[in-house]
């Protein structure tokens, strides 16, 4: 019951009085009664389903919850359901690799719970499905969830088996404490003495800031600072290439698009913070947002503060005359595709915490950070304090899923400031609304193809335009463009080619890092006008790749001559041709992509990354590397490798393993992106370990392994002919099958060469979690921006257009192992490729469906979505 300001609970079988002031149950929960296994990823919008509780055995999303409500209830969380019960749903997500990031995971197991109280065995996993609807993981793709929901349903527990080497379907890497919710991510850490910071941003995108008005906000309940750009007292600018981001827009300055940030403000509490800086009054002179790419181009008018150009990049690169061969073959189609800007939907909102130490000359920070590259973070925070490196330890706290959304600094430097300033510990958590404005999405790219062939279907030409829309800040969009262009013409060889691709800059959200980073917008378009193509000639999907796809010392796209991992590529289709032939046979609409994707960063950059083997006198294994674990599972890979080189010689036992990734040694180079974390990662800890054999397992000291890639060349040198764009590529098939009387797709069949599988169950789950992406990329998923304003429209994680469990068609993963020359096991990576291919063979498919050509994403997008 509510007794005056208070509110009376059972929590776990105990007795509770909480403040009646909170928002929601949910916030009751996590603030008041420390409580982490219910996890924040849109409070108080309800749409996540990661904080789901049981209400009186009803499982419920307890930030949709008023206190009224909870009043005199009986709340379970994961913390008070009986050991057993926890033991069989973590032993079974684990075996079943149902989790990756895991932060949804502990909701998802409470509604699981629910329907299993309620159904027993006799629950169908089309009705689990159809309950997950409240649920989203953008991980996994559901298929390893269900599994795991069945196993337990059943009591059919599979038993985990011991950590081994490199091929081995080892356990991921505490995914019993992730799937309980006792794994801490960075809003579950509670520090002494801890405040908490609130961003104010911009209520325009491009206006020129007069003044800033705090007096209000200082004056407020619980606040104890507020910092605007003047308290900087280092650098304003940060970014991973170009420091062209501000931390904060100062007097005097211009904003650039929704996500600029004014203000900082430090209270007490999160609600005291918030509530503060909504109090802080900013005195703009607006100015027309530019957020037309053509008109960016066109005006002479500056659309980005202290920048001097719209035009953030241009590649380029040509070999042969394209006219020439346009003009003298059999068949030539063209067309003009459009791609769509697309959120990321991480389940864990951007967090950071940072704490300082010691006082005068010796104090120092620890900031702990779910970025995808922590040096890089160091280096930043560093320069905007105006602090030697060494000053600043900045410590990963494995994150709820980034897929690129967290290479930039979100909210780092803001919350590293306010503790440097205050002298204090300061949490700093982005709400769902903060992130969808605040970090960087995948480009939107218009895209030009011109593509011939000879009678036989064989390829002659290709030219390709494109603009891609990067919105106001570098970020890594330059690099964006410069990979689409690369891959333009997809795993195909082409004797004549002329690219050119251009990243502008506009008002609009920032066009950053997504997984296939460039790849994906091209092969979509490069797939459609193969296929196009093959009508004309008369052939098959299948047929017309096998004839074109690239094979060893062939030239492929910038003028590479590809070396034997590209064997994969044919390997990917010929294990998915029983399939398209039988799903043909059978009267199916069918489409089949072919992608490849690189792996590491590539175009003369000298990618070198280095680990740690530490060997403890009681047993324990350290293993320190560079890399973000972000539910992909390098930290299993790095805990593998171990195994595979040293267990022949050392006794290793899995729970005593412990992998660390912070900035107290020199290890990372940039950030975890480009699906290299594994290549490059297993690499250096592959070499750590031979290192420590050569120095007889000396125990209590680093034994440091390094890899390095420093042979690539950049893109579009004209003294370069053959040059080496990347130094590994990874390759995947996917056929894509749709019922011709209902127009579902029933069934999504993928081949995909990695080169060698460390861990087949993870390399599944990353291609199940690809295709769901890929599948709501090509079907209904969008982030568009108000032309008038440049602020995005959809603004919560429903109206993203992302598929549910029930929307998720069954798959199959065919694993392929195609080593790569002169890579560690013969490692590819898998992280990216695996929704290149995907779009393309959908679109394929829904031609054949109903006869019309796509060109334009998403391709099913009904306004029911936005509901």
């Not at 909170?22 to 603030?31: D, F, G, K, V, Y």
């Not at 079943?96 to 309620?118: E, N, S, T, W, Y």
């Amino acid at each position: 019951m509510t007794v005056g300001a208070a509110t009376e609970l059972v929590v776990n079988g105990v007795p509770v009085t909480v403040r009646g002031a909170h928002p929601h149950l949910l916030s009751a929960l996590r603030e008041e009664l420390n409580i982490t296994s219910p996890k924040d990823g849109c409070s108080p919008s309800g749409q996540c389903g990661c904080c789901t509780v049981l209400v009186n055995g009803k499982a419920v999303v307890s930030c949709q919850t008023s206190m009224d409500k909870a009043a005199g209830a009986h709340i379970t969380t994961l913390e008070g359901v009986s050991a057993d019960e926890r033991a069989r749903f973590a032993q079974a997500f684990a075996a079943c690799g149902g989790l990756q990031c895991g932060f949804c995971i502990p909701g998802i197991v409470v509604r699981a719970k629910a329907q299993i109280d309620k159904k027993g065995s006799s629950l169908k996993r089309e009705d689990m499905a159809r309950h997950l609807g409240a649920h989203l993981c953008r991980c996994t793709g559901y298929a390893k969830i269900l599994d795991a929901i069945e196993c337990v349903a059943r009591n059919e527990i599979p038993p985990l088996g011991a950590a081994g080497g490199v091929g081995s379907r080892t356990v991921k890497h505490e995914a019993q404490s992730l799937a309980l919710g006792d794994r801490g991510y960075i809003d579950d850490l509670r520090v002494p003495g801890m405040l908490h910071a609130a961003l104010h941003f911009t209520a325009h995108t491009r206006a020129d800031v007069r003044a800033i008005r705090v007096d209000a906000a200082r004056a407020a309940a619980g606040v104890q600072a507020v910092y605007t750009a003047a308290d900087i007292p280092g650098e304003l600018m940060v970014g991973i290439i170009y420091k062209d981001w501000p931390v904060m827009i100062p007097v005097g300055g211009r904003t650039s698009y929704a996500g600029d940030v004014l203000a900082i403000v430090v209270a007490d509490t999160r609600a005291n913070a918030r509530a503060a800086a909504a109090l802080i009054e900013v005195d703009y002179a607006p100015l027309q947002p530019i957020t037309d790419i053509d008109v960016a181009l066109a005006t002479d008018e500056i659309a980005v503060w202290q920048t001097k150009d719209n035009v953030l990049s241009t590649s380029t690169y040509q070999r042969g005359d394209v006219d020439a061969a346009l003009a003298s073959s059999a068949h030539v189609v063209r067309e003009t595709f459009q791609t769509q800007r697309i959120e990321h939907a991480f389940l864990e909102p951007e967090a950071t915490l940072a704490v300082p130490s010691g006082v005068g000359d010796a104090r120092r920070l620890h900031v702990y950070s779910g970025g995808q590259g922590v040096w890089d973070d160091r280096n930043d925070i560093a320069r905007v304090l105006k602090l030697p490196n060494d000053h600043v330890t900045v410590e990963l706290i494995t994150n709820g899923g980034a897929f690129g959304g967290k290479e930039d600094m979100s909210n780092q430097a803001h919350a590293a400031l306010a503790a440097w300033l205050i002298n204090a510990p300061v949490k700093c958590v982005l709400s769902r609304e903060e992130s969808l404005l605040m970090h960087a999405k995948r480009h939107p790219i218009r895209m030009s193809y011109e593509l011939a062939c000879d009678a036989e279907g064989t390829l002659t030409a290709l030219r390709v335009r494109a603009v891609g829309d990067s919105g106001a800040y570098a970020s890594v969009g330059m690099k964006v463009l410069e990979r689409m262009a690369g891959h333009a013409s997809g795993p195909y060889h082409l004797p004549t080619i002329d690219v050119e691709s251009i990243a502008v800059r506009t008002n609009n959200p920032v066009g950053g890092a997504f997984r296939g980073f460039g790849a994906n917008q091209a092969q979509f378009a490069m797939e459609g006008m193969l296929d196009r193509l093959a009508e004309r000639v008369g052939l098959d999907s299948w047929e017309i790749r096998r004839r074109n796809v690239i094979r060893p010392g062939m030239i492929w796209g910038p003028g590479q001559v590809m070396d034997d991992g590209c064997n994969g590529a044919l390997a990917c289709l010929d294990a998915i041709k029983p399939h398209y032939d039988a799903a043909r046979a059978s009267g199916k609409a069918v489409g089949l992509g072919l992608g490849l994707k690189n792996s590491g960063l590539g175009n003369g950059f000298k990618e070198i990354t280095r680990a740690v083997v530490r060997i403890e006198h009681d047993g324990t294994l350290e293993v320190r590397h560079g890399w973000t674990e972000m539910g992909q599972g390098i930290n299993t890979v790095a805990m593998q490798v171990a195994i595979e080189e040293l267990g022949s010689h050392l006794p290793i036992d899995e729970h005593r393993v412990r992998v660390v990734v912070d900035t107290t040694r020199e290890l990372g180079l940039g950030q975890t992106t480009g699906s290299r974390g594994t290549l490059m990662g297993a690499g250096a800890v592959q070499d750590a370990c031979r290192n420590a054999l050569a120095a007889g397992l000396t125990r209590g000291v680093d034994h440091v392994g390094e890899y390095r890639v420093d042979w690539t060349t950049k893109l579009g040198d004209p003294k370069v002919v053959n040059p080496i764009i990347h130094s590994t590529f990874g390759y995947a098939t996917q056929l894509v099958i749709i019922d011709r009387e209902s127009g579902k797709i029933e069934h999504v069949i993928a081949a995909h060469d990695v080169g060698r599988a460390v861990n087949p169950t993870l390399c599944e789950g990353q291609i199940e979690g690809s295709i769901h992406m890929g599948l709501g990329y090509a079907l209904t998923e969008d982030f568009p921006h108000d032309p008038a304003t440049g602020f995005p429209t959809n603004m919560t994680l429903r109206s993203l257009g992302i598929l549910r469990a029930k929307d998720v068609p069954p798959m199959t993963v065919l694993l392929v192992e195609s080593p790569q020359p002169n890579a560690p096991y013969g490692i590819k990576g898998v992280g990216e490729i695996g929704l290149v291919p995907t779009a393309g063979a959908v679109a394929k498919a829904l031609h054949e469906l109903d006869g019309v050509w796509r060109n334009q994403l998403p391709m099913r997008r009904s306004t029911s979505d936005d509901d």
